[in-house]
């Protein structure tokens, strides 16, 4: 299994972010496959924002009310969005596959800066 974040860099405070990734060598909804959302902002440790599992059920860091994950089986990607975004969330952000009897596996992540 592989995953690739994308997003858009650089996001003005107040917006809202969406940061896609898109899976291969899986499908997402496979069963007991899980897909979760982490980050780390500069200089602190990893930060866990939610997960979405095969059936598309979501659960989110109880500080993350900012925070909601869908996902597209279609295009095999699931999408986080973060809004109200302040320079706090600036950070890299990683997606990860939970895999039954496997290690977790990792995007290589992808830099939200939030700056005016």
């Known amino acids: 299994v592989q995953l690739q974040e994308s997003g858009p860099g650089l996001v003005r405070p107040s917006q809202t972010v969406s940061l896609t990734c898109t899976v291969s060598g899986a499908s997402i909804a496979t069963r007991d496959y899980d897909w979760v959302w982490i980050r780390q902002p500069p200089g602190k440790g990893l930060e866990w924002m939610g997960a979405i599992t095969y059936r598309g059920v979501t659960s989110y860091n109880p500080s993350g009310s900012r925070t909601t994950i869908s996902r597209d089986t279609a295009k095999n990607q699931f999408t986080l969005h973060l809004s109200s975004v302040t320079p706090e969330d600036t950070a890299v952000y990683y997606c990860?596959?939970?895999?039954?009897?496997?290690?977790?596996?990792w995007g290589r992540g992808t830099q939200v800066t939030v700056s005016s």
């Open positions: 990860n596959a939970l895999i039954p009897g496997q290690s977790p596996t």
